[in-house]
């Protein structure tokens, strides 16, 4: 007996673009596309909503009510868990914030549904040009993958924006060599979440307290 199909779910619609007829297919389309440093390990889409006035905004549960109900939430920042088990009763499609408090990783873990954060694990804004992604695309379906990065890989939990295909669009690069112009995003204090482009660089190695 051969067993039973196992079924993938692609998050997303997509072009098949590759197969290798056994167990790897590779999917493009057109999208946004925010990466986050923590997730907690589940997938789902839905609709994109926001939570809350701003990037730094605290969530709380009387922002959550019955026209959330199977969205996608993006927000600022989370420091209670019963904002969380809120958007559990809406059963809501995914919840992505700046940040969360380090005592929620365990109730994060427990939920549902998705939880992506973009920052880190304190009292963190998202950044502007994450933030600006999001909710410049509310009302569109967004894909949510929350499953934790790899170190050794260039996979990182993320949220993904199918876009409409306006034209064609060459695959962007994995990485993007540091250069003068790039745009960049700061993940240490005291600018953490800054956003900004890299000005020069240094020609040789350089001494920093």
Request: hydrophobic share 45%.
């Amino acid at each position: 007996a051969r067993g039973e199909p196992i079924v993938l779910r692609a998050g997303m619609p997509a072009i098949v673009v590759s197969s290798d007829g056994v167990q790897t297919v590779t999917l493009e389309a057109p999208a946004g596309l925010v990466q986050g440093i923590w997730g907690n390990g589940r997938q789902d889409f839905g609709v994109l909503r926001t939570l809350g006035a701003g990037q730094a905004a605290r969530i709380q549960t009387d922002m959550l009510d019955i026209n959330l109900r199977g969205a996608v939430l993006v927000g600022g920042m989370c420091d209670q868990p019963a904002p969380l088990h809120q958007a559990t009763e809406l059963n809501v499609r995914g919840v992505v914030l700046g940040s969360i408090t380090s005592d929620l990783i365990p109730a994060a873990l427990r939920l549902p549904y998705p939880l992506m954060i973009t920052e880190g694990f304190g009292s963190l804004p998202m950044n502007s040009a994450a933030y600006a992604l999001l909710t410049g695309n509310v009302g569109r379906e967004a894909a949510v993958d929350a499953r934790p990065g790899d170190r050794y890989s260039y996979q990182r939990p993320e949220v993904i924006i199918p876009l409409p295909a306006a034209k064609q669009a060459d695959v962007p690069d994995d990485v993007i060599p540091l250069a003068k112009g790039v745009r960049v995003r700061v993940l240490r204090a005291p600018f953490h979440g800054a956003v900004g482009f890299v000005r020069d660089l240094p020609q040789k190695a350089a001494d920093f307290p």
